[in-house]
């Protein structure tokens, strides 16, 4: 099952149970990725929902974080309640380790020795580890092995 049809599936169940925070959360995500065929004028593959959806989170991260800055736990608390139910379509986030091997291998098939090197390194990973680790995190650990 495609990752649109489980988010229209999961959405007609939380109109059938009355979950309006779910409902409303897969709605926005399911009117962004509507967007997106609109501009791209055809049906998304899975891969395409995926950059959507994984978006629609990074959003809301960032939105956390202004939120709890300015002490504003009930917008702070919705947020995470987001980031929760849209994170359970992501595919299996890899552990440290599986990372880790990733990157020793990106480094060692392009050759990079230094920072300077990093945009490399960064192009051979992400493509990879695209929706099963956070892209922050890729960049923190490939600058702690190039470092």
Partial sequence: MSLVQQLDQDMKAAMKQKDKETLSTIRMVRASIKKVEIDNRGELSDDQALEVLVREIKQRKDSLQE?????????????????????????????????????????????????????????????????????????????????
Avoid: C, F, H
């Fill in 67 to 147: 939120y709890e800055k300015a002490g504003r736990d009930d917008l702070a608390s919705k947020e995470k309640r987001e980031i929760e139910i849209l994170s359970t379509y992501l595919p299996k986030q890899l552990t440290e380790e599986e990372l880790r091997a990733i990157v020793d291998k990106a480094i060692a098939e392009t050759g990079a020795t230094s920072k300077k090197e990093m945009g490399k390194v960064m192009g051979a990973v992400l493509p990879l580890v695209k929706g099963r680790a956070d892209s922050k995190q890729v960049n923190q650990l490939v600058q702690q092995l190039l470092g």
